[in-house]
Each structure stands twice: as C-alpha cells, then as structure tokens.
C-alpha cells in the first residue's frame, strides 16, 4: 500500500509539471537512470506527440534499458523495448531529419537492433545506419556519438568473417559492406574519443579495433585510462569490467 501511494504521488508530480521542468528532470536521469527518465520522456510526449527532443531522448532511454537484457528469457522483452524505440527513433527524423541527435538515435537503436540479429538482416539495416551517421556528421561534425556511430559500423563489419562479408556482398546485396575498412573504424573512434575523453564506451570500442589490428600496446594505454574514469552512464560499470578483463588477457600474451 505505502509503494502504492508513493508511486501515485510520484506520478501526480510528474503530471503537474511542466514541460521545461520534465525535460530538466529527465534529462538529469537519463544517463544513470534511463528507465526513471523514459517516464518523464514519455509524459512530455503524452502531451505533445510532436516533441522532437522528447521523442529522440526516450529513443536512446528505450534502447538504454533494453542493452542489458541479453538472456534468453528476456529476449521478448528487449526486442519488444528496441522496437519501440526505432518507432519513436523514425519519428523524430521524421519531424527533424537534419537534426544530428535524431539521425544519432535512430542510427544508435538500429545498431544494437542489428547486433541480435542474423546476417541476412544485418545486411538489410547496414545501408541505412551508415547513411544515418553519415547525415549526422554532415550535420554536426563534433557529434561524438556519431562519430562513433560511423566508426563501429565499419568494426562490425570487419569483424565478420570473409564469408560473411562474400555473402553480403554478393548474394544479399549489401553492397555497401564493401566500403567498410578499419582505417576508417579506427579514425572515427579516435575522432569520438578526442571529443568526449571522458566517454567509457568510446575507448572500450577503440581499444577493440586496436586488439583487432593487433596493436596490443595502444590498446592497453586506451584500457587503463578507461578503467580510471568515472561512471558516466548505467552500463560503465559492465563496459570497465569488460575492459579489466579484456587488459589482463592482453598483458598474459
């Protein structure tokens, strides 16, 4: 009963707020706290449908919430978060389709779509998230998710094997597959990395590009400073983990 009441009065406060003071709100939430802020989100959109920032941030919350869930019992869940998410992603480029934030989140959305799913719709989302980040950076070249956007779209595709990216290419026709390098995989994060340093998930990716290209001595440097930030975001404590783990194999070599 008393979890009941407190959760009305919370809901009653959020009602009566204002749109200003939602999205303050929200947004000071939405980094360690998405779910909390994805109500807020959620009640702004409630009253205007068309709310270009509300729609692309409760984008991001959506796809923030659903990146843990990865276990077999909650893949309905999280397919049922991300799906959500790409429908209020597309609206939002919709309503702002120069608007870096919102080609970021639906670029952002499609890429964790795309990794829980098998080649044939990778190559299927590939052409569109390349030509989001593309669009993104056109619009804001010092978008650091956007550049990161663009250089773990080229990781990815990298990373799959010569099969992978000779069947793409030639029988699924994902052409654009063949564009990808890890040049460009590398100078993009690195990109991301100068304009947020303090972005955990940026030096994680790089440091996976570096240890894919066998450049165990950078890719250590990047790990350490990693593991010496602070938490910026819910899931930094898994990525740093990720990372201990990931140096202590390195320096076993």
């Known amino acids: 009963m008393a979890v009941t009441y407190v959760a009305l009065t919370v809901l009653a406060a959020i009602q009566a707020s204002s749109r200003d003071s939602l999205m ?37 919350a959506l796809s923030d919430i659903a990146q843990p869930l990865r276990r077999k019992s909650n893949r309905v869940q999280r397919d049922s978060l991300l799906t959500r998410a790409q429908a209020i992603a597309r609206r939002a480029v919709r309503l702002a389709p120069n608007d870096p934030n919102t080609l970021f989140a639906l670029g952002m959305v499609l890429g964790n779509t795309a990794l829980t799913k098998g080649i044939k719709d990778k190559v299927r989302m590939s052409t569109e998230i390349r030509s989001l980040a593309l669009r993104a950076i056109a619009a804001d070249s010092m978008h650091d998710g956007a550049q990161h956007l663009l250089g773990r779209w ?35 994060l690195r990109r991301a990395v100068e304009l947020a340093p303090d972005r955990i998930y940026h ?25 010496s930030l602070p938490d910026g975001v819910a899931a930094d404590s898994t990525y740093r983990r990720e990372a201990v783990e990931m140096l ?6």
Do not use: C, H, Q, T
């Not at 202590?248 to 070599?253: D, I, Q, T, V």
């Open 24 to 60: 303050a709100d929200a947004v000071r939430l939405a980094a360690m706290r998405p779910a909390k802020a994805l109500v807020r989100f959620e009640a702004v959109l409630a009253r205007d449908s068309l709310d270009v920032e509300a729609s692309w941030r409760a984008a991001i």
């Open 154 to 188: 080229n990781y990815e595709v990298m990373r799959l094997s010569g099969f992978e990216r000779f069947v793409a290419k030639s029988v699924l026709g994902g052409g654009e597959f063949g564009k990808a390098n890890w040049d460009e995989a590398e100078r993009r």
């Open 203 to 227: 030096r994680l990716v790089l440091a996976r590009i570096l240890v894919a290209r066998k450049d165990s001595s950078d890719a250590e440097s990047e790990l350490r400073r990693l593991i």
């Open 248 to 253: 202590a194999r390195l320096r076993e070599r």
